[in-house]
């Protein structure tokens, strides 16, 4: 049987078909956002007790990258802060957040392989799951990102 329309109506074409939004990438993403929170938070605290007390992390011998104590604080506490904002940044659901969240977490993996003689155990969880939110932040697609925030295609 034909399909009938009113005189007003035009006769659409076939429309692109709504993508499907994996529930596991936009749990990846939530998950990303939360552990770069947590990391930055992480950051901003070891930073925050190397300011305050120059004693906190020891000297360690023939180490080539053993910088000031306080001055390795300071950065630690400005990292914090900006893994922080670009995790906030990531439920924008914008693609540049997911960029920009990519490359922090790279950087923040590479700032706790520096610190790895200072605190060898939780700087390897922390490159651990700076690794992990790289992982599932490149999983996720740009049109799940769409479907779940109304982000623009």
Known sequence: MAEQISPGQARSAASEPEPRVRPAAVGGVVFAAFVMGIIGAYHAIAGLSAVLNDNFYQAQNDYAFDFDVNARGWVQMITGVIVFAAAVSLFSGRTWARIVVIV??????????FFTPYQPVWSAILIALDILVIWSLVM???REAHRAYGAPL
């Open 140 to 142: 996720y697609g740009h």
């Open 104 to 113: 922090i977490a790279a950087m923040s993996a590479l700032e706790n392989f």
